[in-house]
């Protein structure tokens, strides 16, 4: 089974500062999709960004980007010039498609603390 | 364009107690999902659906839990009897369609439940 690892419960960042969080995940297959969401306190979670394990160059948006490394299966987070709301829980998620009809798996988290 | 709306948002029961949660997907997404995400823990799926039939319910504890979409649109999931460690958000989500590669899923803001 896929598993999602990530391995720092809790990160605290200063605003306008940068900073990475960190995810890795197991998988035999070589088609599959990773994404990080964003879980504010009233628990919607909100996609953030998605990479395609086919696609060497790694995905950005604004300002989150993600360092994908398909060999070490890994997929950090760095978030940019933080701002207060960009506080949160983040979870690294994986997806199969076709194979397991897009359903996720979703690491532990990360608690993102913003300081002012 | 609306989201994915639930229903009751917060719940409060006693153990051995019934609950019933409402989910409806967005509009024209074939594909429905309901995830359990107890505090501190990544969302885990319970249930999937692609229309009104089940694609994935092997996480479902069904000697408590039962689910499901009649119409292919609006989705009930039912906890009977629940126990202490039923406690959790339940997020119901929805995509477009099953078996398209990295597909978006969207999550509604979730139904808590605590079971005293």
């Known amino acids: 089974a896929q598993t999602v690892t990530q391995s720092q419960p809790e990160m605290s960042v200063q605003e306008a500062e940068t900073v990475t969080l960190s995810c890795t995940y197991d998988?035999?297959?070589?088609?599959?999709?990773l994404f990080w969401y964003k879980q504010p306190p009233s628990r919607q979670m909100i996609l953030v960004i998605r990479?395609?394990?086919?696609?060497?160059q790694n995905a950005t948006e604004n300002r989150f980007s993600v360092n994908f490394q398909k060999a070490a299966k890994s997929f950090s987070l760095k978030i940019s010039d933080s701002q207060l709301g960009d506080a949160a829980m983040y979870f690294c998620?994986?997806?199969?498609?076709?194979?397991?009809?897009?359903?996720?798996?979703f690491g532990e988290g990360t608690q993102l603390t913003v300081n002012p | 364009e609306a989201g994915v709306a639930q229903s009751p948002r917060y719940k409060i029961i006693e153990k051995r107690q019934s609950v019933a949660f409402w989910c409806n997907p967005i509009?024209?997404?074939?594909?429905l999902y309901w995830y359990q995400q107890i505090l501190g823990q990544g969302p885990k799926l319970l249930i999937q659906?692609?229309?009104?039939?089940?694609?994935?319910d092997s996480q479902l504890p069904k000697d408590r839990f039962s689910a499901e979409r009649l119409k292919g649109v609006d989705s009930t999931l039912k906890i009977q009897p629940a126990k202490l460690e039923d406690s959790a958000v339940y997020l119901c989500?929805?995509?477009?369609?099953?078996?398209?590669?990295?597909?978006?899923?969207?999550f509604g803001e979730g139904s808590w439940l605590t079971v005293v």
């Open positions: 998620a994986y997806s199969e498609g076709e194979t397991s009809g897009s359903r996720l798996t």
């Open positions: 659906f692609q229309n009104n039939g089940v694609v994935d």
């Open positions: 998988t035999s297959e070589s088609d599959y999709y």
């Open positions: 990479q395609e394990a086919y696609k060497q």
């Open positions: 509009s024209g997404h074939a594909t």
């Open positions: 989500a929805s995509s477009f369609m099953t078996g398209s590669p990295g597909n978006t899923i969207y």
